[in-house]
C-alpha cells in the first residue's frame, strides 16, 4: 500500500511538472509552478547580482570631497560629454529578468470557474494581462538594473510599460513610477519627473515605498539646485538608509548642503556627526577638514589642524591640512597667512590632483584680485588640467586661464621693455615696443578681462608716455567708452571733447554727433546685432532702401564692429536686387580689400569670379534664404563631400527624428517601448536620445543590416496604435554606426539623404519614406547671437542658372510647389529681363508678391485647420482618459469593498 502511494505521488508529480513547463496553459497549477520557479530559481539569484553588484560599486567608488558628494556613485555626470554605451555591471540582472518573463509570463486568459462567485474582484482579474502572480517582480528588478547600468532611457521604457501591465496593482505603480522619477532626474527631465512627484506626493504609500520616494525627491531637488527645498527630505534620508557607507555620503552631502547655504553651525554639526558612525579614518579626516571650512570659532579649528600636520601618520595629507588652515585664515580675511598656507599645500602636495589644482584656484583668485595676472595665470593655467568639469569654479577657471593666456604674454613683453629701456639698452626701440603692448594690454582689459579700472590705468599710462602717438585718437575713445560704463560723465565727456576739437574730421567725431551715441555705446553689442537683425530681414524682404540705410548708420556707429563685414555684403547684395552692377562691383571689392579673410570676404570674391566669366546677375535677385554659412553644399552634390558607408550588412540603427521641443520626448519613447514589448517577445532594443544637427532623435538599436532596419521601420510606421500616440511628425532615418559616427563629426544631413535616396534605398518597403522633408521655420528675434548671412546656394552667387526642374509624375509639398513657383518666375524674368520695361517688370513683380501671399493665407487656412482637428482629438483623448480613471477609481472602490466584505466574513466565522 505504501509503495502503491509513493507510485501514485511521483504519477502526480510528473503530471504537474508537464502541465506546469507550459505558459499556455493557464491553470492554478501551472501558475503555482510558474510563481515558484520565477521566485526562487530565476528572481532569487538575479536579486543576489543585483544586490552584490550594487555593493562592489558602493564599496569601491571613491569620493572627491572638494566637490558637491554625489547621492549615489554610480549616477550620471550632468557634465559628462562621453556617449554612453549600453550596458554595465547590471547586464546579467537584466539578462535573468528577460529570461524570467520570457520563460515564465502567463498571458493566456484561465477558463472561468463556475464555482467563484461572481465578484468584481474576480472579473477585474479575469480581464488583467498577465496571470504570474511573481512576474511584477521580474519587470522592476529589469528597470532597476537599467537604472543602475545608467541606461536610463531603456530603464524608462521598461517601468512605464510595468506601470501600463500592472495598472490594476497601484504598489507595482508607484515603485514603477518611483524609479522613473529616479531615471528622470538622472537625465535632466526635471519637469517629467516633477509631474511623476506630484502624482506620488498624494498617494498613500508603504513604508518602503515612502522611503524610497523621500529619498529620489531629495535627489530630484538637489540636481535642481532646489537646497533648501531638499533639506527636510535629505534628513529623513539619512536617518532612513541602513548602508553605513551610504549614511555617511549622505551625512557629509547634508553638511555640504548647510553649508552652501550659509548655515556654518549646522553644516559644522553635520560633519560631526560623520565621526559617530564608525567612520573610517581618512573619512574622519575629511570631515575634519570640511569643519574647518565652516568654523565659527577663533583658533580652535587651526590649532587641531596644526596637531593633525605635526602627526607623522598625516604626511599624505599636509597639502590638504594646509590648504584648509589657508581656507580657514582667508575666511577672516587674513590674507597673507592665507596665501602662506596655501603655497605650503602647494608645496607638500604628493598627488598632483584635484587637491593640489583646488590651491592653486585658491592662490590664483588671490593674485587676480590683488591685479598680479603673471602669477594668476600660471596657477591657473596649471590648475585646469586637474580640476574635474563638474567642480563649480571650472568654468571661472577656464575663462581666466583664456584670457590670462591672451593678456599675460603682453605683460611679459612689457615687463622686460621696461627693464631694457631703464638700462638704456635701445630705448627708440623700446619705446615702440612699449606703446603697442600697452595699446594691446588696453584692450584686452576691456573687452576681455572687463577689467575696466586696470584697463583706465593702461590706456593713462599710454597718453602720458606716448603723448604724440598714433594711437592717441583709439586711446581717447577707449577711455570715453570706459568712463561712460563706469558712471563717470565728467571724464566721458572730457574725452569726448578731446576728440571732437583735436580729430574734428575722424570716424569717432562723426560717430559722436549722432544723438544716440552715448546709448550705443552702453549697449554696443546689443544695438549693433539688433540693427544688423533689422537689415538682414529687410534683405529678405527685398527692401532696398531699408537695408542701404542701414549700411549708412552702421558705417557711422559700429565702422570697426565685428558685424561690419556682414552689413557690407548685405549692402552689396542690394545694390544687386536694385539693378546696379557698377555699385556691386565697387562695394565688394571695398568688402575684399577692407576685411580680408572673412567668409563674407570669400562670398564676395566668388560673386565677382562669376561675373567676371560673363555671367549675367538676375536683376530682381531674390533674397537669400538662411543656410549654414559653413555647409558649402551645392545642390546635386550634396553627397560628393564625403564618402559613405555603402556595406549594408553592417551594425545600422534606425533614428526618429524630429525638430527641437516638436513634442514630449517621454510620450515618443513610450510609444517606441510599447510598441517593442508588443511585437518582440525574444528581442530586445536599446534606445537613447541624441542629436543630429539639426535635428533631436530617438535611435533605436541594434540592428544586423540596413534592410533588418528597414523591416523594423515600416512595421513601426505601420502599427496603428504608435501612430494613434505620435501625432507630431518625425523622419525615420536607417543608418549605419559608421555613418552615424561621420555626421557626428560634422557632415551635414543633406549629404547623408542625397547617398541613402542614390545609393541606398532600393528594395525598401513603400510604407514608410526613409527620407521625409522638414524645414524648420526661422525666425529672426533681437537677440546678441549673429543671426547667419548666406544666400540659397551656399558657395557661389545668385548668377543666372537652371535649377532643376521637379519631375511631372511626383507630388510636390507645399513649399516644392512655393519653390517651383519662384523658379517658373525668376526664369521668365531671366528670359525677358532685357526686353522688359520698368513698367514690365513692376508688375510682374507684383504679380509675383500677390501669388505668394495667396500662397501664405493658404497655408495658414491649412494650418489652423490641422490645429483645430488637433485640439478635438487631444479633448477626445482627454475625456476618454478622464473616463478611464473613473472607472479605475470605481473598480479599485469595489475591489476594497469585496475585500474589506471577505475579511469579515472570516472574522465571522
Known amino acids: 500500500m505504501h509503495a502503491y502511494l509513493k507510485h501514485i505521488a511521483a504519477g502526480m508529480f510528473i503530471v504537474l511538472l508537464c502541465t506546469g513547463c507550459s505558459t499556455k496553459r493557464n491553470t492554478p497549477a501551472t501558475r503555482a509552478w510558474h510563481e515558484l520557479t520565477t521566485r526562487y530559481n530565476i528572481y532569487f539569484n538575479a536579486e543576489e547580482t543585483y544586490n552584490e553588484a550594487l555593493k562592489s560599486i558602493t564599496e569601491s567608488h571613491i569620493d572627491n570631497y572638494q566637490t558637491w558628494l554625489p547621492m549615489y556613485p554610480n549616477s550620471a555626470d550632468p557634465n559628462d560629454t562621453v556617449v554612453k554605451q549600453p550596458g554595465g555591471p547590471f547586464d546579467r540582472v537584466v539578462e535573468k529578468m528577460t529570461t524570467a518573463i520570457q520563460e515564465h509570463s502567463i498571458t493566456a486568459k484561465p477558463r472561468r470557474d463556475p ?21 511584477d517582480r521580474a519587470w522592476l528588478l529589469m528597470g532597476k538594473a537599467h537604472v543602475q547600468n545608467k541606461d536610463y532611457t531603456e530603464a524608462i521604457s521598461v517601468l512605464s510599460y510595468t506601470v501600463r501591465l500592472f495598472a ?54 538637489i540636481r535642481q539646485e532646489k537646497y533648501r527645498d531638499a533639506l527636510p527630505f535629505l534628513i529623513q534620508t539619512v536617518k532612513s538608509e541602513k548602508s553605513g557607507i551610504q549614511k555617511r555620503r549622505l551625512q557629509f552631502l547634508l553638511g555640504q548642503v548647510y553649508a552652501h547655504l550659509g548655515e556654518r553651525e549646522n553644516a559644522y554639526n553635520a560633519f560631526e556627526q560623520i565621526k559617530k558612525l564608525s567612520t573610517p579614518y581618512d573619512e574622519v579626516f575629511n570631515a575634519l577638514v570640511a569643519q574647518s571650512q565652516v568654523a565659527t570659532g577663533d583658533g580652535e579649528i587651526i590649532g587641531e589642524l596644526q596637531k593633525m600636520a605635526e602627526n607623522k601618520k598625516n604626511s599624505t595629507y599636509l597639502d590638504r591640512i594646509y590648504a584648509a588652515i589657508g581656507d580657514v585664515y582667508l575666511s577672516r580675511n587674513n590674507v597673507e597667512k592665507a596665501i602662506e598656507n596655501y603655497l605650503l599645500a602647494e608645496e607638500k602636495s604628493v598627488r598632483n590632483g584635484v587637491e593640489k ?60 621693455q621696461d627693464s631694457l629701456r631703464q638700462l638704456a639698452v635701445q630705448p627708440d626701440e623700446s619705446d615702440k615696443i612699449i606703446e603697442g603692448e600697452l595699446f594691446r594690454i588696453g584692450s584686452i582689459a576691456k573687452d576681455r578681462l572687463g577689467d575696466f579700472e586696470f584697463a583706465v590705468e593702461v590706456y593713462n599710462r599710454h597718453l602720458t608716455d606716448f603723448p604724440e602717438s598714433i594711437r592717441r585718437k583709439e586711446v581717447y ?64 524682404q527685398g527692401q532696398v532702401e531699408t537695408v542701404q540705410g542701414n549700411f549708412k548708420r552702421a558705417q557711422k556707429l559700429f565702422f570697426n564692429g565685428h558685424l561690419m563685414p556682414k552689413f557690407m555684403l548685405l549692402n552689396a547684395l542690394s545694390l ?71 556595406e549594408k550588412n553592417l551594425p545600422h540603427s534606425l533614428l526618429l527624428l524630429f525638430s527641437p521641443n516638436s513634442l514630449r520626448k517621454n510620450e515618443l519613447l513610450f510609444a517606441v517601448s510599447d510598441f517593442n514589448f508588443s511585437n518582440f517577445q525574444i528581442r530586445s532594443f536599446h534606445t537613447d536620445y541624441t542629436y543630429v544637427s539639426p535635428y533631436e532623435a530617438l535611435q533605436i538599436k541594434p540592428f544586423r543590416s540596413f534592410e533588418e532596419a528597414g523591416r523594423y521601420a515600416s ?60 524645414k524648420i521655420p526661422q525666425t529672426i528675434t533681437e537677440t546678441e547671437k549673429n543671426v547667419p548671412l548666406e544666400p540659397e546656394k551656399t558657395g557661389k552667387p545668385d548668377i543666372a542658372s537652371k535649377k532643376p526642374t521637379p519631375k511631372q ?61 488637433r485640439k478635438e482629438i487631444l479633448k477626445q483623448r482627454e475625456r476618454e482618459r478622464k473616463q478611464k480613471l473613473k472607472e479605475q477609481e470605481r473598480l479599485r472602490k469595489e475591489k476594497l469593498k469585496e475585500r474589506e466584505r471577505i475579511v469579515q466574513q472570516r472574522n465571522e466565522k
Open 115 to 135: 464555482a467563484q462567485p461572481n465578484t468584481q474582484e474576480y472579473r477585474d482579474w479575469l480581464r488583467q494581462n498577465e496571470f504570474n502572480p511573481f512576474i
Open 357 to 416: 589644482a583646488l590651491t592653486q584656484v585658491a592662490l590664483g583668485d588671490i593674485y587676480f584680485e590683488r591685479k598680479d595676472f603673471l602669477k594668476a595665470g600660471s596657477r591657473y593655467s596649471q590648475a585646469l588640467g586637474a580640476l574635474p568639469r563638474s567642480s563649480g569654479n571650472y568654468a571661472r577657471v577656464e575663462f581666466r586661464t583664456d584670457v590670462l593666456g591672451e593678456l599675460v604674454p603682453h605683460m611679459e613683453v612689457l615687463v622686460r
Open 809 to 869: 509624375s511626383e507630388r510636390l509639398t507645399d513649399e516644392q510647389r512655393l519653390e517651383e513657383l519662384e523658379r517658373k518666375a525668376e526664369e521668365a524674368l531671366r528670359q525677358t529681363g532685357d526686353v522688359f520695361s520698368k513698367r514690365d517688370r513692376e508688375r510682374i513683380l507684383k504679380e509675383r508678391e500677390e501669388a505668394r501671399k495667396e500662397w501664405i493665407k493658404q497655408r495658414e487656412r491649412d494650418l489652423k485647420q490641422r490645429e483645430k482637428v
Open 477 to 540: 575713445h577707449q577711455l570715453y567708452q570706459l568712463y561712460l560704463r563706469m558712471g563717470n560723465r565728467a571724464m566721458a565727456k572730457s574725452l569726448k571733447d578731446k576728440i571732437i576739437s583735436e580729430f574734428p574730421q575722424s570716424e569717432y567725431a562723426a560717430a559722436m554727433s549722432d544723438p544716440d551715441y552715448e546709448h550705443v555705446v552702453r549697449n554696443y553689442a546689443r544695438v549693433q546685432d539688433s540693427l544688423y537683425q533689422q537689415t538682414y530681414l529687410a534683405y529678405r
Open 715 to 774: 512595421m513601426l510606421a505601420g502599427d496603428s496604435i504608435f501612430r494613434q500616440n505620435i501625432t507630431t511628425g518625425i523622419v525615420p532615418l536607417v543608418i549605419s554606426d559608421k555613418n552615424l559616427e561621420i555626421l557626428r563629426d560634422g557632415e551635414p544631413l543633406e549629404n547623408y539623404i542625397s547617398f541613402v535616396t542614390n545609393e541606398l534605398s532600393d528594395g525598401l518597403s513603400d510604407s514608410i519614406p526613409l527620407i521625409v522633408s522638414v
Open 576 to 646: 544687386a536686387q536694385s539693378g546696379n552692377p557698377e555699385q556691386l562691383n565697387t562695394a565688394l571689392s571695398e568688402l575684399i580689400q577692407k576685411h580680408p579673410g572673412t567668409e563674407e570676404t570669400k562670398m564676395a570674391q566668388q560673386i565677382l569670379a562669376g561675373l567676371s566669366e560673363g555671367k549675367t546677375l538676375v536683376a530682381n535677385v531674390q533674397p537669400f534664404s538662411g543656410i549654414d554659412w559653413e555647409s558649402h553644399i551645392v545642390a546635386g552634390n550634396a553627397a560628393d563631400s564625403v564618402c559613405f558607408e555603402k
Open 168 to 221: 490594476y496593482d497601484i504598489d507595482v505603480v508607484s515603485e514603477a513610477q518611483i524609479w522613473m522619477m529616479r531615471a528622470y532626474t538622472e537625465m535632466g527631465w526635471f519637469s517629467d519627473a516633477e509631474g511623476l512627484a506630484l502624482t506620488l506626493q498624494v498617494r498613500r504609500l508603504p513604508k518602503d515605498l515612502h522611503d524610497k520616494f523621500t529619498e529620489f525627491y531629495a535627489f530630484l531637488l
